[in-house]
Structures are given as structure tokens and as C-alpha cells.
């Protein structure tokens, strides 16, 4: 039986996700405005594809450029981070992943192996817990959102998905006799975190066909594949957005039968999504991300001179970040006493990329 450790636990992370949602929304709040961004009157005569046209812009206008959290169901509960990833961050997950990928998997209910099957056609690759910082990095950032520890998390899963391919619609949580069995001691799936790599050119939709929207026109997708027009509610990929849904009750005592959901047929271009499975109890022992997410240590070689040289500005990609190369002889990053986890947490963030910024922006309002 679960202890009321647990229990207790879970009710909290559900309320403080829910606080977090509301003071997402409540911060931003504002009054918007026909014509804010510079809209232009269309009339009502105007063609279906003009019109069609119109509310795409408008779909691509409401998801801007900063992360914010948009609820789309409470049945399942499930919400949608756009710009959780930077674009570094999924290049460089896609990239790991082009090197790894095979035909994907499924668990059968009756043996509790692996085995192909034509419900799931995509190929995909698993990485390691922390395997390096940027995947550490966003490790942390899932736990700090969801707040479910990081060590009730899964490794991540990557799947590729082009000409069709797809994942028929399924339960992430286990209710069958094996995995009760051979499995479930290290807890159920609680929750699910995809995260959207590259966005797809046609089809690739996340459909949850049981799920109620909140608003069913703002949720609508303009230009949904089959699959994604049928029930419920669809996500399009959007490179750099994570979705997340809980699998469970609030309380982690059984399924939520409501986030059935399917990855629908990639029909043109290739899709690229990344899947964390958070449990309800711990899952392969003690894990801390932050460790590796948040340390200040030069990795490559010949650091100081190539700082000197100017290589911290002038090749960025590889010098600083996470997985930069030299990011203490750039200064990217500080020493944190031991267990200052503000400070490791600042360290995920790049201070060289952040002091370039500000001067861009400087530059900008100076010269306008």
C-alpha cells in the first residue's frame, strides 16, 4: 500500500502546479486590444482560405517568443509549456538521438516483454539520467514544473517519427498482472511530459480523444490532419514546447482513463519528440540532476587560451551553456558552495549568453 507519505506528497505537487498555472496567467494578465500588434479589418465576405489564413497568423501570434503555460484540460489534468526548450536544447537532443534511434518498442501485457508491434511504428533511442548537463539541465527544469521530484522520473525516451508513423492511442500506466508484478514496485506512471524537438509540416498531432477542453475554439487547430480533427483535444508539435498530462488520480491510486491519448501519422516532414514518464514513487533510487545540471568546470581542452583568443563570444554554441566547453574559463558560470541550490540552478543558465543579450538589447533602444 502507498504510504500517506506519498499520498500527501502528490496532493501537494498537484496544488502547487495548479499555483503555478494561476500565477503564470495571473502575472501576465493585461487587456488585449483589436489592433494591439497592428491588425488590419477583414471582411466577413473574405474567402474560407483568407479566413483560414487569418486565424493561423493568429495562432502563431498567441504563442510569442517567452515560455508561458497554457492549461488545456482538467479532464485529464493537462497543460501545455510553450517555449520550454530553447532551440540549442532540442538540436542537441535530436542530434544524440540521429545516432542512437531503432524501431520502437512495446511492452506486452501478457509476458512483460519487449516486442514489435504495428500499434507503435516509430524508432526511437533512450539517453541516461544526467547523461550530460544539457539533458540534466532539462531534467531539472521538468521536476521544478511539475513539482515531482527528479528521481520519480523514467530516463527519457526519444522518438523519431516520418512517412506514417505513429503511436495508436494507449495509457502510459500499467494495470496488468505482470507489471504489477514485475514492475510496479518502483511505482505506477504518474505523469507524462512530452516534449515537442521539431515541429512537422503535416499530421504528427498529439490527440487525446477523451479529453475536455476548456476552450474548445482556442484549442481547435486550423489545420488538424484526420487523426487530429477526430475527438477530444489535439496538440500540433511546436519545436521547443512540452505537453504535460497526468496519468493518474491526483492522489496516484489509480489510472485516469480520460489521457488515453495517440501520437497521430507523421504525412509530411519528419517529427522529433522526447517523452519523460514520471512516477509516483521514487524509480531507480536516489537521483539529483541539479548536480550536473548546475556545476562550473571547463570540459575541453586548451580553455584559457582559446578564452583569451575570444572564442566565449565568438562561438558560443560550443564554449558556454550547459554543454559549453570552457564555461569557467569564460565565466559563464560561479563556484557554488555545497548545497546552494539557488546558485546551481543560476548555473543552468548561461551568464555570457545573458550579458550578450543585454548589450543587443542596449545597442537596440540606443540606436532606435
Same mark, same amino acid.
Not at 520502437?104 to 533512450?126: E, H
Not at 550536473?292 to 565568438?314: F, K, P, V
Not at 559549453?324 to 543560476?346: F, H, M, Q, T, Y
Given at each position: 500500500?502507498?504510504?500517506?507519505?506519498?499520498?500527501?506528497?502528490?496532493?501537494?505537487?498537484?496544488?502547487?502546479?495548479?499555483?503555478?498555472?494561476?500565477?503564470?496567467?495571473?502575472?501576465?494578465?493585461?487587456?488585449?486590444?483589436?489592433?494591439?500588434?497592428?491588425?488590419?479589418?477583414?471582411?466577413?465576405?473574405?474567402?474560407?482560405?483568407?479566413?483560414?489564413?487569418?486565424?493561423?497568423?493568429?495562432?502563431?501570434?498567441?504563442?510569442?517568443?517567452?515560455?508561458?503555460?497554457?492549461?488545456?484540460?482538467?479532464?485529464?489534468?493537462?497543460?501545455?509549456?510553450?517555449?520550454?526548450?530553447?532551440?540549442?536544447?532540442?538540436?542537441?537532443?535530436?542530434?544524440?538521438?540521429?545516432?542512437?534511434?531503432?524501431?520502437?518498442?512495446?511492452?506486452?501485457?501478457?509476458?512483460?516483454?519487449?516486442?514489435?508491434?504495428?500499434?507503435?511504428?516509430?524508432?526511437?533511442?533512450?539517453?541516461?539520467?544526467?547523461?550530460?548537463?544539457?539533458?540534466?539541465?532539462?531534467?531539472?527544469?521538468?521536476?521544478?514544473?511539475?513539482?515531482?521530484?527528479?528521481?520519480?522520473?523514467?530516463?527519457?525516451?526519444?522518438?523519431?517519427?516520418?512517412?506514417?508513423?505513429?503511436?495508436?492511442?494507449?495509457?502510459?500506466?500499467?494495470?496488468?498482472?505482470?507489471?504489477?508484478?514485475?514492475?510496479?514496485?518502483?511505482?505506477?506512471?504518474?505523469?507524462?511530459?512530452?516534449?515537442?524537438?521539431?515541429?512537422?509540416?503535416?499530421?504528427?498531432?498529439?490527440?487525446?480523444?477523451?479529453?475536455?477542453?476548456?476552450?474548445?475554439?482556442?484549442?481547435?487547430?486550423?489545420?488538424?490532419?484526420?487523426?487530429?480533427?477526430?475527438?477530444?483535444?489535439?496538440?500540433?508539435?511546436?519545436?521547443?514546447?512540452?505537453?504535460?498530462?497526468?496519468?493518474?488520480?491526483?492522489?496516484?491510486?489509480?489510472?485516469?482513463?480520460?489521457?488515453?491519448?495517440?501520437?497521430?501519422?507523421?504525412?509530411?516532414?519528419?517529427?522529433?519528440?522526447?517523452?519523460?514518464?514520471?512516477?509516483?514513487?521514487?524509480?531507480?533510487?536516489?537521483?539529483?540532476?541539479? $548536480?550536473?545540471?548546475? @556545476?562550473?568546470?571547463?570540459?575541453?581542452?586548451?580553455? %584559457? &587560451?582559446? *578564452? +583569451? #583568443?575570444?572564442?566565449?563570444? !565568438?562561438?558560443?554554441?560550443?564554449?558556454?551553456?550547459?554543454?559549453?566547453?570552457?564555461?569557467?574559463?569564460?565565466?559563464?558560470?560561479?563556484?557554488?558552495?555545497?548545497?546552494?541550490?539557488?546558485?546551481? $540552478?543560476?548555473?543552468? @543558465?548561461?551568464?555570457?549568453?545573458?550579458?550578450?543579450? %543585454? &548589450?543587443? *538589447? +542596449? #545597442?537596440?533602444?540606443?540606436? !532606435?
Amino acid at each position: 500500500m502507498r504510504s500517506s507519505v506519498t499520498a500527501a506528497a502528490l496532493l501537494y505537487a498537484a496544488a502547487a502546479l495548479a499555483g503555478v498555472v494561476n500565477a503564470t496567467v495571473d502575472s501576465g494578465a493585461e487587456e488585449l486590444l483589436i489592433g494591439w500588434k497592428g491588425e488590419t479589418y477583414e471582411s466577413r465576405k473574405d474567402e474560407a482560405s483568407r479566413e483560414v489564413s487569418a486565424r493561423e497568423r493568429k495562432m502563431q501570434d498567441r504563442y510569442g517568443a517567452e515560455p508561458w503555460i497554457e492549461t488545456i484540460s482538467w479532464s485529464p489534468r493537462a497543460f501545455i509549456y510553450h517555449n520550454f526548450l530553447s532551440e540549442a536544447e532540442c538540436d542537441h537532443l535530436t542530434d544524440i538521438g540521429n545516432k542512437r534511434v531503432s524501431r520502437s518498442l512495446v511492452v506486452d501485457s501478457k509476458t512483460g516483454q519487449s516486442k514489435l508491434d504495428d500499434i507503435r511504428t516509430s524508432y526511437g533511442a533512450a539517453f541516461g539520467r544526467g547523461e550530460d548537463p544539457v539533458i540534466a539541465a532539462v531534467e531539472e527544469r521538468i521536476a521544478e514544473w511539475t513539482h515531482l521530484p527528479p528521481e520519480y522520473g523514467e530516463p527519457m525516451q526519444i522518438l523519431r517519427y516520418v512517412d506514417g508513423q505513429k503511436y495508436d492511442a494507449h495509457w502510459d500506466w500499467f494495470d496488468d498482472p505482470v507489471h504489477h508484478a514485475a514492475y510496479l514496485h518502483e511505482g505506477n506512471r504518474y505523469a507524462t511530459v512530452l516534449l515537442y524537438l521539431s515541429g512537422v509540416e503535416g499530421g504528427g498531432e498529439t490527440n487525446l480523444p477523451l479529453a475536455d477542453p476548456i476552450d474548445k475554439e482556442a484549442q481547435t487547430l486550423p489545420d488538424a490532419s484526420p487523426c487530429g480533427a477526430k475527438y477530444g483535444i489535439s496538440v500540433k508539435p511546436r519545436k521547443g514546447d512540452a505537453l504535460l498530462f497526468f496519468d493518474m488520480d491526483i492522489e496516484g491510486g489509480k489510472g485516469d482513463r480520460k489521457a488515453l491519448h495517440a501520437s497521430c501519422p507523421t504525412l509530411k516532414g519528419m517529427k522529433w519528440t522526447a517523452t519523460k514518464w514520471i512516477h509516483n514513487k521514487p524509480y531507480m533510487g536516489k537521483y539529483d540532476p541539479l $548536480r550536473t545540471a548546475g @556545476r562550473c568546470a571547463d570540459t575541453g581542452g586548451n580553455c %584559457a &587560451a582559446r *578564452a +583569451a #583568443a575570444g572564442e566565449c563570444t !565568438s562561438n558560443m554554441d560550443k564554449m558556454v551553456g550547459p554543454a559549453g566547453e570552457c564555461r569557467k574559463s569564460c565565466n559563464d558560470c560561479v563556484d557554488c558552495p555545497a548545497g546552494d541550490i539557488l546558485c546551481a $540552478r543560476r548555473n543552468m @543558465r548561461s551568464l555570457v549568453r545573458t550579458r550578450a543579450a %543585454a &548589450a543587443a *538589447a +542596449a #545597442a537596440s533602444r540606443s540606436s !532606435s
